[in-house]
């Protein structure tokens, strides 16, 4: 059985007092919830803070949403793995679209980052999702696959199971339109079957999918009851606390 987790990616939302605000909130909501992983993804401005207020609380991990694949170096405006955990991080979000499409990185690119930050012990978030012009062209297993593959190529099938892979259609991020749960649930089992053509079956059950686009308490329970949706990544409804807390609560009963 595969533990659910469910990421809040702030993006680029919330300043430091907002943090503060949204987690003597949160905290509250959801102090009692252990049958899900949770995942608070902020800013890199307030990672620092946010790692702080969670130090004593045990079911909320931290995560980054970037990082480059190098060490250290002359990369003005970057962060490196290292940096990230110092902050007691274990998560980073890797390769989400709006990466992708509005600075213009490659399945090389995530790959080269994926690889880093197993190396730096951080447990990457890679995601992967078609267009709506790809999906009408019949296009969405060509591209999830390309993308999949190109994301690991080179990553230890012992690694896998530290991996969690997001499926996040390009179409239905911040548009308030969501794949159905019947979409989302064939997307999820394609990519389990090509997890496994990349190791083997025993391996491909371990992985964590998470779905992510428009996320919301009123579709959460149809998205989680689908066998090979493993959780969410949310974006827009995670800047509410309550909000995203009631997700929380929901995907643990589903």
Not at 17 to 22: L, P, T, V
Not at 238 to 251: G, M, W
């Amino acid at each position: 059985m595969r533990r659910k987790i469910i990421a809040a990616n702030w993006k680029m939302n919330m300043t430091l007092n907002e943090s503060e605000s949204y987690l003597e909130c949160f905290l509250l909501e959801i102090a009692d919830e252990k049958a899900v992983d949770i995942v608070l993804v902020p800013p890199f401005t307030a990672l620092a803070r946010v790692s702080e207020l969670l130090n004593d609380v045990q079911n909320v991990k931290l995560g980054a949403q970037n990082m480059h694949f190098e060490k250290g170096g002359a990369f003005t405006g970057e962060i490196s793995a290292a940096m990230i955990r110092e902050l007691f991080a274990k998560y980073v979000v890797l390769g989400h679209s709006e990466r992708r499409t509005l600075f213009g990185e490659t399945d090389e690119i995530v790959n080269k980052k994926t690889k880093a930050a197993i190396d730096a012990s951080l447990r990457p978030i890679v995601c992967i999702g078609e267009t709506l012009a790809e999906r009408d062209a019949g296009r969405v297993e060509e591209v999830l696959e390309t993308q999949l593959k190109g994301s690991l190529a080179g990553v230890p099938a012992k690694e896998f199971s530290e991996i969690v892979i997001a499926y996040e259609p390009v179409w239905a991020i911040g548009t308030g339109r969501t794949a159905s749960p019947a979409q989302a649930q064939d997307a999820h089992a394609f990519i389990r079957k090509n997890l496994a053509a990349l190791s083997d079956s025993a391996t491909a059950e371990k992985v964590r999918i998470q779905y992510g686009g428009s996320v919301k308490p009123g579709n959460t329970v149809e998205l989680m009851k689908q066998p090979d949706i493993d959780g969410a990544l949310v974006g827009g409804a995670s800047l509410d606390p309550r909000a995203f807390a009631e997700i929380v609560k929901l995907a643990g009963k589903s």
